[in-house]
């Protein structure tokens, strides 16, 4: 049988496998795996009971002024921790400093950051393999070798320092796990944290400090011992029937009757959201993947894929103190759902003795210049379909039981030693792609290393606009059944990168694993080898301390 097809015979014995208590649910062609926990009803947390919590900010552990400018060092270490999830029991995870989800690390823009990344895991529980490691700093224009090229591995008992040039307009980008074959379970265990990017035109506009609040939503399934349960085996997906805000199982956040920025990042391996309000209230959504948006849009609701960002306010002001609201999931179609699925958080509202709040929600942002405009780039919501240059079609889809981009897997990539590449538009190039998924059963998040893109359409034949949540600069397109997006991006590469080698893939893990990934080069694809430039080396020595900055309360 073709690897990753499925037959009715294997769909019987994944479920025989569950236990019972997993469904495998046919789909296109393929099948994903949902899984409910097996823990015993002590054990099983309740929504809103817990309350939420912040994971740290990292604090640098060296910072300066150099002959290249400002910087900033952090020091990550990929290990084993115990976290306190489910009641009564703990459950092993694998995070950046033992922590899930791994600390915020917040850099200005214009200052450069080396990140210092040690592996000190070793086998990796949940699929018996060796831990090996790479880090993707999602969103960031960095060179190929710091990009977390998926073959660029990072062993156990090696270190890789990444160097991130973080010119960009302020955005919430996220870190997390790329190691080809790999990526979902290590990122399922816990390989994922927020990395935020500031500057002084989304301070100026937005709410910050206690009011500007990361929100990582993930989904998860436990063995009756609290130990992670997870399932990849059909190569088509995975869904748990735990959804975790932050690491915490549907908490309790208390609120005062302000205007609160929420950073919302799913890091689910396959499962996507459509969040709303219980009281119908609108979000304002004020950005996307690539920072702000140039016009402020309310909604109802709006979904999210894997590995998408979208910044919204919330204003509690209407609010009496004591009142709770929910935020609820309507899911999307190609999603299996279960009892509690359908909730995500709760907010309380609590009283303030303090000044009243007096923020005017904007109805537009202004990101500042633009960075590299002397070089010809330009602001990518501004660009217009005549500025290209190309139209290229990328087309995801499962084919002779792969999971195929025009195609072709990353085994084709792997075979032609790293040369086969989609397209290779030099630096500043201006194109359309139009992301097509023609596949009926399944949605796919397609995601673009380096550049940010503009949506121009969806399902351009029938003029069919963008979403209004969608109108910002991105980086990840959701294609649902039949979907196509078209995007127009350029190539902007920043000062000193010229170019080399980037992925393109579904940020499905299972699908990038299962081998639906590919690359495109900008300019000379000789330059910096993405997995020999500046490889992984051994380290032998103690870890070394980190330091986290003052926390806020608990719940808050």
Request: hydrophobic share 35%; with cysteine.
């Amino acid at each position: 049988m073709t690897r990753g097809s499925l037959s009715r015979r294997d769909v019987l014995k994944g479920a025989i496998a569950l236990g019972g208590g997993g469904l495998v649910i046919a789909a296109g062609g393929g099948a994903v795996v949902a899984q409910s926990s097996r823990l015993a009803s002590k054990n099983t947390p309740a929504p809103y009971t817990s309350m939420f919590r912040r994971p740290p900010v990292l604090m640098p552990y060296e910072e300066g002024v150099d002959d290249q400018g400002p910087f900033q060092r952090y020091r990550l270490t990929q290990k084993a921790g115990q976290a306190s999830i489910v009641p009564g029991l703990t459950t092993t995870i694998a995070g950046y400093n033992g922590i899930f989800p791994g600390p915020t690390i917040r850099v200005p823009r214009g200052t450069r950051s080396e990140v210092r990344i040690k592996n000190s895991l070793t086998l990796n529980r949940i699929n018996g393999q060796p831990f090996s490691t790479v880090t993707h700093l999602h969103g960031s224009a960095s060179l190929p070798q710091y990009d977390g090229y998926a073959n660029d591995h990072t062993h156990p008992g090696e270190c890789k320092t990444y160097r991130y040039p973080n010119w960009q307009p302020a955005r919430t980008l996220w870190y997390h796990d790329h190691n080809h074959r790999t990526t979902a379970a290590n990122a399922y265990a816990g390989l994922a944290g927020q990395y935020h990017l500031t500057d002084g035109y989304e301070a100026a506009q937005l709410p910050q400090g206690q009011y500007d609040v990361p929100i990582v939503v993930s989904d998860i399934a436990f063995k009756a011992d609290g130990s992670v349960a997870f399932d990849d085996e059909d190569h088509a997906g995975f869904m748990g029937d735990v959804i975790l805000v932050n690491g915490v199982p549907w908490p309790k956040m208390r609120v005062r009757p302000r205007v609160y920025r929420f950073r919302f990042l799913v890091s689910s391996i396959s499962r996507s959201y459509r969040f709303k309000l219980s009281t119908g209230d609108p979000f304002h959504v004020v950005a996307t993947d690539g920072g702000m948006v140039p016009k402020v849009a309310a909604v109802e609701s709006f979904r999210q894929a894997p590995a998408e960002r979208y910044e919204v306010l919330i204003d509690f002001r209407k609010y009496r103190a004591g009142q709770k609201i929910e935020l609820r999931n309507l899911s999307n179609k190609n999603n299996e759902d279960f009892r509690n699925t359908d909730k995500v958080m709760q907010f309380e509202v609590v009283a303030d003795s303090g000044t009243p709040d007096t923020y005017v929600i904007p109805s537009t942002l202004d990101t500042g210049p633009v960075p590299w405009a002397n070089r010809g780039a330009l602001d990518v919501m501004k660009l217009k379909p005549e500025m290209a240059t190309a139209r290229r079609t990328v087309r995801v889809e499962r084919k002779h039981g792969l999971w195929t981009v025009n195609g072709e897997t990353w085994d084709d990539v792997e075979k032609s030693d790293f040369t086969r590449v989609l397209g290779n538009p030099k630096p500043y190039d201006i194109e359309i792609w139009d992301l097509v998924n023609e596949s009926g059963g399944w949605f796919h998040p397609v995601h673009v290393h380096l550049v940010d893109g503009r949506l121009l359409s969806r399902n351009n034949t029938a003029g069919r606009k963008p979403y209004a949540w969608e109108n910002g600069p991105k980086d990840v397109f959701y294609l649902g059944e039949n979907e196509t997006a078209s995007v127009l991006m350029q190539f902007t590469t920043g000062d000193g990168n010229d170019g080399g080698r980037y992925m393109l893939h579904c940020h499905n893990l299972v699908h990038e694993d299962s081998d639906m990934m590919i690359q495109f080069a900008v300019g000379d694809m000789a330059n910096n080898d993405p997995i020999h430039a500046d490889p992984a080396y051994p380290d032998a020595s103690a870890e070394l301390p980190v330091t986290y900055a003052p926390s806020y309360p608990l719940g808050s």
